[in-house]
């Protein structure tokens, strides 16, 4: 996660401990839950096969080039259900985003337009 990019910090469901009710969203957990609240579905489909780590969300495929891109991703994956924004269903291959997870989706476009307008509004000022 070294190259991961961090953005704000998201309401999260599940606290990690007293008065903890936040958490940082990597770059990898942001995509993916604008992706999946942006999808009629609200679901992460997750295809494994020998050399191939494949994910399948709103029409978009992330596709892990190595191994360890593909860890970076599942590790996207698993914080995203500690989290309490994901759910697994199905026989484990497909996650879908809670009411918490489209909440927080909804938290980190606010985010991250006010970052874009924050970042746009100093070039002016110069």
Do not use: C
């Not at 940082?24 to 942006?38: F, M, Y």
């Amino acid at each position: 996660m070294a190259n991961d990019k961090i953005i704000p910090l998201v309401e999260k469901m599940n606290p990690v401990g007293p008065g903890e009710s936040k958490v940082q969203i990597s770059e990898h957990e942001s995509k993916l839950l604008i992706e999946a609240s942006a999808s009629r579905s609200g679901e992460i489909r997750k295809l494994i096969t020998p050399g191939r780590y494949i994910l399948h969300v709103n029409g978009k495929a992330f596709i892990a080039k190595d191994a360890r891109e593909g860890a970076t991703w599942d590790e996207a994956l698993y914080h995203l259900i500690q989290y309490g924004f994901l759910q697994i269903s199905g026989r484990g291959d497909s996650l879908k985003l809670t009411n918490e997870g489209y909440k927080a989706a909804d938290e980190v476009k606010n985010q991250l337009s006010k970052m874009q307008d924050d970042n746009s509004g100093r070039g002016k000022e110069e």
